[in-house]
């Protein structure tokens, strides 16, 4: 038996993109993941399948503690020889119990690892634009909790900080203003408070020391919050920039394979959008390559005047045929390639290929107009079961049409975001296939189940990347509120902005 390992990751403070890259690392080549409440949920989708997931964080007002249970897992699962992550809030040594979990595991003689992660003390004010230092204003901070203000002597060195950061201290917010007030600090000292800081569930209310609790329980801000006191609460009027971005709020469900919704993924998320990836389409290869194979050398032998591709996933496995039979694409030479768009061409241009066309309207209407009439012969590698309307264009405009399925479009498992999304834990839902909408509606939910049936008006919207994807959406209940004018992800990301600015 392998000997296990234990690793004390910090997951930070909220935005799943803040944990680091080693965090990370460990974490999608775990045997066991223990998480506590403030986790993002989609950092648990980056285990393996698999994974063994327990939740052992504390909820709201629950009273007992949970860490002996903690522990025993730890030490258990580590001596059957399991590689164990230790997701935690923040960092593990900020007000975490990382230190009393490593020598636990020290004592026990397991082999364990410490990854640091952003802590929500300087986190949350950097995202609700306030710096806990800025020269000439702030050179000095001090974090504690809640709990620690209610102490009968603080502690001088905390007091005296230039800028104060509150840690789990919501429901003693009001005793810790009037003590640290009592301890030195001005009434009039600006404060700030912000809860759920990192996400797009961001609040962020600004106050005075003096009037701070009575301003969060008026905006009913509640846990999880981290509160600031000092001048640089005062910065906040120029330096906030997260809840300036254009997406700033907005859930948005990305339905795309994993593998590739990373770019759509990016541009959500440097628009202000929290993402949730939810995949109801996988792509796996076709149940027999042998007619794929066959085309292939076909189009080696110029039995083709064109190749046309239809998506990004057509010429990835095109081109993993050819790899995989040792021929050499510049046997090819000959023959002309075709993509449906600017996105599947750049996956043409990767391999050392310009395709000789793109239309500049990224649709199956589009590409077919571009080729127009001819008497010659078209290879269309698509996905298996795929729309009849390009291979019916083209045999319409004197083409002779071969059409070959070079992957097939699956749904996939179910995923832990699924739940999020059934819930109605979201405000926009994206499509970039009809297969997509279809596995969505059956195995996620019927569009009437989370607001965005036909007649439904729950202020949740669909955005669909062209007219096809948008028609099977409506064919099977959907109100479609927005159709991406160019088929490509940058297109998409410029309709879920044109859908939720109307």
Not at 177 to 206: H, M, Y
Not at 395 to 405: D, F, K, L, P, R
Not at 427 to 456: H, K, L, M, Y
């Amino acid at each position: 038996m392998s000997e296990g390992r234990v690793y004390l990751v910090g997951a930070g403070p909220g935005d799943p993109g803040l944990i680091t890259a080693r965090g990370l690392r460990v974490l999608r080549d775990c045997d066991v993941v223990l998480y506590d409440r403030l986790v993002a949920p989609q950092l648990l989708d980056e285990a393996p399948p698999g994974a063994e997931l327990v939740f052992t964080g504390k909820t709201p007002g629950e009273t007992h503690s949970r860490q002996v249970v903690i522990d025993a897992l730890l030490v258990a699962r580590a001596k059957e020889g399991k590689k164990v992550v230790r997701l935690k809030g923040g960092d593990p040594f900020v007000f975490g119990r990382g230190a009393e979990e490593a020598a636990l595991l020290a004592d026990a003689g397991i082999v364990f690892e410490v990854i640091p992660g952003v802590t929500s003390a300087v986190a949350a004010p950097a995202y609700a634009g306030i710096p806990v230092t800025n020269r000439g204003m702030a050179s000095s901070f001090a974090v504690m909790t809640g709990h620690a203000a209610e102490d009968d002597d603080l502690p001088h060195a905390q007091v005296s900080a230039d800028t104060i950061v509150l840690l789990m201290g919501v429901a003693q917010l009001r005793d810790a203003s009037k003590r640290l007030i009592d301890a030195g600090r001005s009434a009039d000292e600006p404060a700030a408070i912000v809860q759920w800081g990192t996400t797009s569930q961001q609040r962020v209310a600004v106050a005075t020391l003096g009037s701070i609790a009575e301003v969060a329980e008026r905006e009913g801000i509640g846990s999880p919050a981290t509160t600031i006191v000092g001048k640089v609460v005062t910065l906040r009027d120029v330096v906030a920039w997260f809840e300036a971005r254009p997406l700033f709020g907005r859930r948005v469900v990305v339905t795309r394979p994993r593998a590739q919704a990373r770019s759509l993924v990016e541009l959500l998320e440097d628009a202000g959008a929290s993402v949730i990836a939810l995949p109801t389409v996988e792509i796996t290869p076709p149940d027999d390559a042998t007619e794929l194979q066959s085309a292939v050398r076909e189009a080696v032998n110029e039995r083709f005047d064109w190749i046309a591709f239809s998506s990004s996933n057509a010429v990835d496995s095109f081109f993993a045929t050819l790899a995989d039979l040792r021929i050499d694409v510049r046997t090819l030479h000959a023959t002309k390639m075709a993509c449906v768009g600017a996105t599947t061409a750049k996956g043409l241009a990767a391999r050392g290929v310009l395709a000789d066309l793109v239309p500049d309207e990224s649709t199956a209407e589009g590409l077919a107009a571009a080729l127009g009439t001819g008497d010659g012969s078209i290879l269309l590698p698509r996905v298996e079961g795929g729309p009849r309307l390009l291979p019916e264009l083209l045999a319409g405009a004197g083409w002779a049409v071969t059409e070959v399925t070079a992957y097939k479009s699956v749904a996939p498992a179910p995923s832990r975001s699924s739940t999020v999304v059934k819930e109605g834990g979201f405000d926009v839902v994206t499509f970039a296939s009809a297969s997509s909408v279809r596995n969505f509606v059956a195995n996620v939910a019927r569009p009437e189940e989370v607001g965005i049936g036909s007649d439904d008006d729950a202020g949740k919207l669909v955005v669909c990347i062209g007219p096809s994807t948008a028609a099977e959406a409506a064919a099977l209940g959907m109100r479609v509120d927005v159709t991406a004018r160019a088929q490509s992800t940058r297109g998409l990301l410029e309709a879920v902005m044109t859908a939720t600015h109307r």
